[in-house]
Each structure stands twice: as C-alpha cells, then as structure tokens.
C-alpha cells in the first residue's frame, strides 16, 4: 500500500475520517465545575512568578516596566517575609556551598519541566534551555548536564540529542555511572509493556544495551551506587507511583529489596553508599543499606512539613530536600543532616522537581 | 474564536471561559482521541487541559493564540496521560474499536483498517507529530513551538513517525498475505 500511494494524502484522509468530535453527556458541565472550584491566580501573584522575578540575580529588564519593577519588587518582599514566617527561620547562606544544582520546573505555559541551574545558596538561577526536558543529571565531573533525551554543557551550551531508542522502544537516561562510562536507563515500549524495565547503555554511543531487570518487572531507575557496583530502583505497585525499593548489581544479579516502606519513584544514594534516602507518604528516611533499617529525617523548625524526596551534596554535608508549599507547588531546601541550618534554594509558585547536586563549581 | 471572550475569560470571566470552553471542546475531544486511541484517557486529558487553560489564562499574552495555546496544553496533557501510565505501571489500555470511515471513498477499507492497525502500533509521541502535520496541518514550525522542541527535532520525528508507520502498515500487508494455514 504504502509504495503506491502517497501516505501523507492516505494520513489526512483517515485522521478526518476518524477525527470524532463528539462531546458526550456532562463533560463540558464536569470541566466547568472542576474549573469553577479552581481560582485563577491574583495578579500580583503572577508578577511574582515572572522570570524575573525567578532570577533575580541575572533580571531580564528589558521587557519590565519601571512599575512592574516596583510592583515585583514589592511583592518580592512581602513573599519573603511570609516564607521566613513560615518555613521557620528559613534565611540565606552565611557563605557559599559546594556544587551546583540542576533541577526541572514545571512551566505552566509549555506544560512540562524546563531545566534550571543554581547555585546551593539559591544564588545565580539561571534557565539552561528553553524547550521542556526531564529528569537533568549531572555527569560525575560536574561538566555536562544530561536529560532523560539530551545532553549539553554546564552552562546550557552544546545541546544535542540523545536518542538511543528504536522507532518502537524509548530509551530515557536518568544517570551516569560514577566512571562516566554508561547510563541508567528506563526503557519502555507502549505496545508491549514487558519490555519496560531497567537498562545500561555505553555512554558514549548507546551500544550494549543490558537490561537488568527481568520481564515483568517494570522498574524505574534511580541512580548508580557511589561505587558504580550496584542501581537503585523502584518497583511501582501497580497502579500506583509508589512501589518497593530495590538495588541490583549492574551485571543484573543479587535483586533485593531495601527495607519495607513504600517509597517515592526517585530515591538516591548517601555520598558512602551506606545509606538510602527515600521518602514515602511525605516523610523523608535515610535506610540502611545493610540492615533496610529506615530512620526519619525532619525539618527541625517544621518537623510536619511534607518532604517528597531527598538527595546529599556532592561532600556529604548537607541534604537537598524537596519540600511540599501547597497546591502543586514544591519548593527545594537544603539542611544539615540533623534537620538545622534551613536555607531555601528556589521560591517559586510551580513544582520544582527532577533535581540533581552536582559536582560543578559555584557561579 | 472570540477575542474579546478570550480577553474577558482572561480576567477572569468564569462565564466568558465556559463559551471558550463549551466552543473548543469538540475540537478538543478530535484532536485527544486521535493522539490516545482510547476515549477514556482522551476525556482526561481535555479536562486536564481546560483546566490548566483556566487556571493560567492570565499568562496568555496575545489572546488571538488562544486556540494554538490550548492545543499546545492539550498536546502536554495527552502526553501526560503517557507518563502517568508509564509511572503507574497500567496493563495496556485496550484500543477503541473504530468501524470504517465513511468519508474514505478512495481508499479501501481495507487499506484504512491497515492504516488503522499500523497507527495503533505507534508510540503515543509518533502519533503526536502525525496528528499535528496530518490532521490539525501544522507546519512543522508551528508543530515544534506546539511541542516546544526545536525544528530540527520535529524534523527527525517526523521522519521516525512516518517510518515506523510505514514499516507497521507493510508488516501487516505481509501478514494478510500470509496463507491462513501457514498460520494456524
């Protein structure tokens, strides 16, 4: 069929053939009254989600009037003085940390997360690329940032695609190993749900592909071991976006679960590799690797604050949080281990997620 | 579309949004089914997409971008559905039977039912692209800014969407041509 006629032509037909524009029964009087209960944003809370208002240390001022200026500037300081009533003492650095941040933000207009650089003290944000990406990760030396789909330099230049997938199975890249030598891999195929699963890939050429999972086990990909010997995953309940923590050697042998709590789909190693962080049902532990023993971690000036998931800085130091404000909303904040020494990292209205503390120097 | 609607649902005016919305729906619905395959999800996905349309209206800067807009979110909650699956691990979601087309005067039915079965086989993103170029007519500009991926990038998915469909469609030939028996 497709050598004798023109498929574009045979495409347009069908899809107007097929287009069905129906509307059923109630669904326009179900989206009202979802959107009725759904209030739209005051203005001068939009004024302060504005970009600029998002980097205030690199401000696009061309495009701001003098009295958005003064509107932004005025709501800048009443935001942060709520946030400091609220998170308890939340407040900038008293000096510079080490490493950088690279995050995703979810962008209402496009729909998806755009990534984002910053340094720890929430200094220096800056918006790396303009289209929407997911899950940004740093490589071991602090040089490149990659996507689930791309990669490019620290500073957002020299974006390429990274596409290892066949036309009928997507691959997506959530880490690199420690030696820089491979990438973690989800990998999955919409007709054929078993071939989802954990995969390596050579780093520098998506060859070798090896699944570590077995058919069956639609797991997610966290992140390598410190060491490069072994990969935390999730197996997801089904149904759910929770599910068990596993580890697995990355020759795809010793598959064990951590502990028994149901966990958050991204938990990351402690710098030693000893311990775990995950978070479940909004609290944020630290399991033990060897035992599965999970300890809580909180917030010391709001100990009930929801925490969605957890990830250490690059020297063990600190732990990089992120926290839920309200609505979709959530925010990153830094901590020492014991829940002190609170510092907000980003303050803005979307979700801040997909996040990574990276080895990269300060800006 | 009416401009002055979107100016006034932009302001927050609930009744002028439930014109836009009770007007675009349909359009909506089309455009969803297509791209899912499965009405279900597709119902979602519009109400997903008009609700973050009326919670982020006032970010519309130009109101005569309102229906490229609103198919742009459209697009991002129909790829959601993909990503929720994915996260929430779901069995695959049985496809929608869909009987003749009874506008396909040239093209046989059995080509269409070829066509049809080589769509399903497609990822939800290479039904997107062709959903975007074939359907709603996109330029392949206007189909990058939709999905917020540079040309280039639509380019190649393009390509890849078209291959991969055309591969599927001449595999089923194969198959149909296949002696029954050989096949029992």
Redesign the interface.
Known sequence: ??SD?N??Q???????????????DG??D???H???S?R??P?WL?ALRSPSMTTIAMPQRASISRSTWVLVALGALVALGLMAALAGGARQPASPFNGRIVFGRFD?????TVVYAVNPDGSHLVKLR???HEGPHWSPDGKLIGMTDAVMNADGSGYR?R?FGQ??F?LAAWDWSPDGKRLLMEG????D?SR?GVYTVRANDGGDLVRLTKPGD?G?PAAYSPDGSKVLWVL??????IGQLMVIDTDGSNQRRLGNLTVN?DPTWAPDGRSVLASSNGRLYSIDVASGKATQLRIKSAPEALIVRGQWSPDGTRILVKRYMGGQNNDLFSMLPDGTDLIQVTNNLDDDRFYDWGVHPLE | MDRELVTQARD?D?DA??RL??GS???L??IA??ILND?ARA?DA??DA???A??????LRDPDRFDA?LT??L???C??M?R?D???????VPLVD?GP????L??SVA??D???RG?R??????RTV??LS??L?LTLADAAATL???LG?MK?RLS?A??????S??AT?RLSAYPAERLA
Not at chain 1, 10 to 24: E, I, K, M, P
Not at chain 1, 188 to 191: E, L, P
Not at chain 2, 121 to 126: A, F, G, H, S, V
């Open positions: 069929m497709t006629r498929l574009d045979l495409l347009r037909r069908h899809f107007l053939d097929r287009a069905d524009t129906t509307v059923l669904q326009t179900a989206v009202l979802e959107t009725a759904v739209q944003r203005g939009a209402e207009g496009l729909g998806d303009p289209e929407v695609e596409t036309a009928d997507t999955f195929n919409d007709v749900p989802h639609a997610i997801p309940d089904p149904g759910n976006e789909a | 927050g609930h949004f439930a919305a009770a729906i349909g359009r619905n089309a089914r297509l009405h119902e519009v109400q008009l609700v973050d009326w919670r982020n209206l006032r970010g807009w742009r979110i697009v991002r909650s790829q959601d993909r929720l994915r996260r929430r691990r779901l069995v695959e869909i087309g009874i506008g396909d040239q093209a080509d269409a070829q066509l049809e769509l086989r497609l990822t939800i993103d290479q062709l959903v074939y359907y007519d917020g991926i540079p990038t190649s890849r078209t291959d991969a469909l055309r591969a469609v001449d030939e």
